[in-house]
Nanobody, 124 residues
Framework: QVQLVESGGGLVQAGGSLRLSCAAS????????MAWFRQAPGKEREFVAA????????FYADSVKGRFTISRDNAKNTLYLQMNSLKPEDTAVYYC?????????????????WGQGTQVTVSS
């Protein structure tokens, strides 16, 4: 089992940057595929980005491709999301998720563990 704790959210102006972190407990972080999802008010939780167990493969939603970068440091048991050129439509609660089976899913189904989320607000 793994526990996930996100941090790094906040209020930023459009065009600005933020880096989110997700700290994972346990010794088996490298056995999990990891992802970021987000949920805006009144909307369903949506896929943002994912990364394979050792970081060799990354996947992005079209809406963030070229602006966001997902990465991980298995030695520190930490997942990151670097967000640049932020837009008001990026405003949401951002969640990290872990998949014990190592598979990458583009929907919320299949991810075994979730963090509590961190709020990102982008002002225009």
């Amino acid at each position: 089992q793994v526990q996930l704790v996100e941090s790094g959210g906040g209020l930023v102006q459009a065009g600005g940057s933020l880096r989110l972190s997700c700290a994972a407990s346990g010794r088996t972080f490298s056995t999990y595929s990891m992802a970021w999802f987000r949920q805006a008010p009144g909307k369903e939780r949506e896929f943002v980005a994912a990364i394979s167990r050792f970081g060799g493969s990354t996947f992005y939603a079209d809406s963030v491709k070229g602006r966001f970068t997902i990465s991980r440091d298995n030695a520190k048991n930490t997942l990151y999301l670097q967000m640049n050129s932020l837009k008001p439509e990026d405003t949401a609660v951002y969640y990290c998720a872990a998949s014990a089976g190592g598979t990458i899913y583009y929907t919320t189904a299949g991810w075994d563990y979730w963090g509590q989320g961190t709020q990102v607000t982008v002002s225009s």
